[in-house]
């Protein structure tokens, strides 16, 4: 079993930043490849982006390209997503997730394991 609790979200205004966290207690957390996802009311999860367990390859959505950066610290069971150049489409819910495998990281039914969320609220 690996946990994995998010923090990090909040409001902030369109152009603004955030990073979130992630951290992941139980399994050897470095063994994972890690995810993260978001989900806006009334909408689909969606991949946002992801990261290799050795930290080497990152993978993003067109949306976020450009805009976000996802990082790790195996020493320290944390992977992060820094948000920058933030927009109200942003809007949603973020949620951790770790992938033994790694086979299709973008999609979420890949994911072992989930975070429970944390909200992300951009403002026009």
């Known amino acids: 079993q690996v946990q994995l609790v998010e923090s990090g979200g909040g409001l902030v205004q369109a152009g603004g930043s955030l990073r979130l966290s992630c951290a992941a207690s139980?399994?050897?957390?470095?063994?994972?490849?890690m995810g993260w996802f978001r989900q806006a009311p009334g909408k689909e999860r969606e991949f946002v982006a992801s990261i290799t367990w050795s930290g080497r390859n990152t993978n993003y959505a067109d949306s976020v390209k450009g805009r976000f950066t996802i990082s790790r610290d195996n020493a320290k069971n944390t992977v992060y997503l820094q948000m920058n150049s933030l927009k109200p489409e942003d809007t949603a819910v973020y949620y951790c997730?770790?992938?033994?495998?790694?086979?299709?990281?973008?999609?979420?039914?890949?994911?072992?394991?989930w975070g429970q969320g944390t909200q992300v609220t951009v403002s026009s």
């Open positions: 997730a770790a992938d033994r495998f790694g086979v299709r990281v973008t999609s979420s039914t890949s994911y072992d394991y």
């Open positions: 139980g399994r050897t957390f470095s063994g994972y490849h």
